[in-house]
Nanobody, 127 residues
């Protein structure tokens, strides 16, 4: 199983980036997908998740209205469109795949709900 994240880089505050995560080795439509991030010296933080069909999404409050999670099941890829970036968004961003999340259409904030993780891509937002 491989989750290959890409699209990170250096951007000025107010700018945009789109992260991609290509999955292989899994039946992509069996998995809900999520994005997390980890800033230096901080714990890994949940950002957003999306159901297998793409019809249900969830976000943390700090990115609502700025970030959009989406997926293309034909390409086995999940995306994170990040707009109006702030210096506090600086972190390594990780994609993740979750097969079992009982009682909810999408997995939540607990990393233990996720079965597989990508290697991370660094996003740096300058002020």
């Amino acid at each position: 199983v491989q989750l290959q994240a890409s699209g990170g880089g250096l951007v000025q505050a107010g700018g945009s980036l789109r992260l991609s995560c290509a999955a292989s080795g899994i039946t992509f439509t069996n998995y809900a997908m999520g994005w997390f991030r980890q800033a230096p010296g901080k714990e890994r933080e949940y950002i957003a998740s999306i159901s297998w069909s793409g019809s249900v999404t969830n976000y943390i409050n700090s990115v609502k209205g700025r970030f959009i999670i989406s997926r293309d099941n034909a390409k086995n890829t999940v995306y994170l469109q990040m707009n109006s970036l702030k210096p506090q968004d600086t972190a390594v961003y990780y994609c993740s795949a979750s097969r079992n999340h009982p009682g909810a259409p999408v997995p939540g904030e607990d990393p233990l709900e996720y079965d597989y993780w990508g290697q991370g891509t660094l996003v740096t937002v300058s002020s």
